[in-house]
């Protein structure tokens, strides 16, 4: 598919060119306010690639294939889609009883004893079959794509055993094969301890490291290996014997980390070379610290801390610290049963400090880096995916100061302008 976007009012290009110095995986620092805008624009996308942007004045039409469709942005905004880098989207299941209870005064500790809890969406996705776990899930993602993500990351983690974790990750790389949508899946048996190894925890991590992983690798059901390192969880020590076993098989790290406390998740992530560190509510400075020496994604996630009402992620100190910052929503049902970016961006801007350029350029290429696809995608540059939005607002910052409404007037996935 060919097709040129004419008469852009503002191309967000957040292109690498624009940035000095040049970093073509993160932005960091001042450079995450450095949209590469272009007034009055024009791009090109020929087999799916983008193959030229600039202003309209200076596009050469006899340089461009006859076989192309036009498509009018006039008045509207065009940037990279959304990479949602963070979601746990196949699940069994809903939790809106613990979320009423929750919204009544009931603690964590009250809606687990009643059966709530994480361990709720692990009995509900045990119980359903495959074609049950990828419904509602193909509903979900068509909804995100509407919105402007066209890619997501997804984790499994709601199995907690062999056969379910495996599932899910079928069910996830049928979806990935099936819909238009980019899909990357993420190994996340290490989400809790079972109930069935309650009093047995090493040998729970022993059947992670020694009959899962490697299952998942040598079959290449995932991409990636997480673990949630949280006091009541898994160990800083066990989470590394896991995180490392990952990569034996070629899972690269990502890893949940001090969503709780400062457990020092942060600078694990750090000392094994994560691709990203996730939630970091609770991140220490020597965490900070680790993640910018390592060069570590740190991936906010505003949605959870406004559903939880729990503290957010210093994302200031994380940011001016020159820590490369992407934010996603962790989709998910007990924690944030929202998929929207643009809501996750309204949040960070208002309630982490974080000003639109930053959040725009953390829903793009820095979420994108977090995913290992930063050279495919998340800017506007010659050679990359035509992954493009259209969104029908004045300007750039009005993505996230009018909230509660999709801005998408249209999507283009590898450059075919998509019907809804």
């Not at 495996?166 to 048996?189: S, W």
């Not at 076993?245 to 942060?266: C, S, T, Y």
Request: charged residues 25%; contains cysteine.
């Amino acid at each position: 598919m060919n097709l040129i976007l004419t008469n852009i009012k503002q191309l967000v290009t957040i292109s690498s060119k624009f940035n000095t110095p040049n970093r073509e995986r993160t932005r960091i620092g001042a450079a995450m306010r450095n949209l590469g805008i272009i007034e009055d624009a024009a791009l090109i996308i020929q087999d799916g690639y983008i193959s030229w942007y600039g202003k309209m004045i200076e596009m050469q039409i006899a340089d461009i294939d006859k076989n192309i469709d036009e498509f009018d942005c006039s008045g509207k905004v065009v940037m990279p889609g959304f990479v949602d880098s963070h979601t746990h989207l196949v699940f069994g299941g809903s939790r809106e009883e613990e979320f009423a209870m929750r919204s009544a005064g009931a603690t964590y500790q009250e809606i687990a004893e009643k059966g709530g809890g994480i361990l709720n969406s692990v009995r509900n996705t045990r119980k359903a079959s495959k074609k049950d776990l990828k419904k509602p899930a193909r509903k979900y993602l068509n909804a995100m794509l509407r919105q402007g993500t066209t890619t997501v990351e997804i984790k499994s983690g709601y199995g907690l055993d062999m056969d379910t974790e495996i599932k899910m990750l079928e069910a996830i790389k049928e979806l990935q094969e099936e819909e238009i949508i980019r899909i990357v899946p993420t190994f996340i048996g290490a989400h809790a301890i079972p109930p069935e190894y309650k009093n047995q925890p090493d040998e729970y991590v022993k059947l992670v490291c020694e009959r899962m992983i490697p299952y998942i690798g040598q079959r290449k059901l995932a991409d990636f290996c997480d673990v949630f390192c949280e006091k009541g969880y898994f160990t800083v020590e066990d989470s590394e014997k896991i995180l490392n076993k990952g990569k034996e098989f070629g899972l690269l790290p990502k890893i949940h980390a001090d969503e709780l406390n400062p457990f020092g998740g942060a600078e694990l992530a750090g000392r094994i070379g994560a691709l990203s560190a996730d939630h970091l509510e609770h991140i220490s400075d020597e965490g900070i610290e680790a993640l910018k020496q390592a060069g570590v994604v740190a991936v906010l996630l505003p949605g959870v801390s406004f559903f939880l009402n729990h503290q957010y992620a210093p994302a200031r100190k994380i940011i001016d610290n020159g820590v490369p910052v992407a934010i996603a929503s962790d989709f998910n049902p007990g924690s944030c049963m929202s998929y929207s970016m643009q809501l996750m961006m309204t949040i960070a801007c208002t309630h982490m400090r974080m000003s639109p350029e930053e959040v725009i350029t953390a829903s793009t290429i820095n979420a994108a880096a977090a995913l290992n696809l930063s050279d495919e995608i998340g800017s506007i540059d010659v050679g990359k995916r035509g992954d493009v939005i259209i969104l029908d607002i004045p300007n750039y910052k009005f993505l996230p100061y009018h909230f509660g409404e999709n801005h998408v007037y249209r999507v283009v996935k590898n450059g075919v302008l998509l019907e809804f």
